[in-house]
Nanobody
Framework: QVQLVESGGGLVQPGGSLRLSCAASGSSLTIWSMGWYRQAPGKERELVASIISDGSTNYADSVKGRFSISRDNAKNTVYLQMNSLKPEDTAVYYC?????????????WGQGTPVTVSS
């Protein structure tokens, strides 16, 4: 089994910052990619940012220049630093990983952490 534990969500004022964390755990685990998705009420889930095993990153156009994804390979943890937050960033943010275990290749989702940007 692979588990993802997310933290860091909450309420923040427009223009403020939050840092989300996601830690992966499991036996014989190799992480190939990790990323953050978000889903607002009435909208489809969308990719926010991702990072793959060689360190390359990808960002949604709406967050470029404001968000930054990073990783700590020793801890199997990915971070999303969110700056200059806007009300339209309000959503439930989900961590995702593509990983291998002894059972094979797996895609795993976290439980989601809410982010609310409001005055």
């Amino acid at each position: 089994q692979v588990q993802l534990v997310e933290s860091g969500g909450g309420l923040v004022q427009p223009g403020g910052s939050l840092r989300l964390s996601c830690a992966a755990s499991g036996s014989s685990l190799t992480i190939w990619s990790m990323g953050w998705y978000r889903q607002a009420p009435g909208k489809e889930r969308e990719l926010v940012a991702s990072i793959i095993s060689d360190g390359s990153t990808n960002y949604a156009d709406s967050v470029k220049g404001r968000f930054s994804i990073s990783r700590d390979n020793a801890k199997n943890t990915v971070y999303l630093q969110m700056n200059s937050l806007k009300p339209e960033d309000t959503a439930v943010y989900y961590c995702n990983t593509l990983a291998t275990t002894l059972a094979g290749y797996r895609e795993v989702w976290g439980q989601g952490t809410p982010v609310t940007v409001s005055s």
